[in-house]
Nanobody, 115 residues
Framework: QVQLVESGGGLVQAGGSLRLSCAAS????????MRWYRQAPEKEREFVAQINWSGSTYYTDSVKGRFTISRDDAKNTVYLQMNSLKPEDTAIYYCNLVCGADDYWGQGTQVTVSS
């Protein structure tokens, strides 16, 4: 069993930056994939970004050029650097780990962007 804990959310003005962190309770398989999702009130959970074991990344179109996902295997941590934030980015952000047949989720961290 793996626990994921997100942190780094907060309130920022439009155009500002935040860096989210997601720490895993223990090491995972080398083939694991880590993703960030977000969910605004009364909306469906939305994919944001992912990074695989080789370091390759993928982003949803709305955040390309603004967000960067990265990982530090020594710290069992994945990051989401968010720049040029927009009010539309306001949501609870969730870390997701896919490890073999297992799928783990963090508790979420709130990001609020004021206009």
């Amino acid at each position: 069993q793996v626990q994921l804990v997100e942190s780094g959310g907060g309130l920022v003005q439009a155009g500002g930056s935040l860096r989210l962190s997601c720490a895993a309770s223990r090491r995972t398989f080398s083939t694991s994939v880590m993703r960030w999702y977000r969910q605004a009130p009364e909306k469906e959970r939305e994919f944001v970004a992912q990074i695989n074991w080789s370091g390759s990344t993928y982003y949803t179109d709305s955040v390309k050029g603004r967000f960067t996902i990265s990982r530090d295997d020594a710290k069992n941590t994945v990051y989401l650097q968010m720049n040029s934030l927009k009010p539309e980015d306001t949501a609870i952000y969730y870390c997701n780990l896919v490890c073999g047949a297992d799928d783990y989720w963090g508790q979420g961290t709130q990001v609020t962007v004021s206009s």
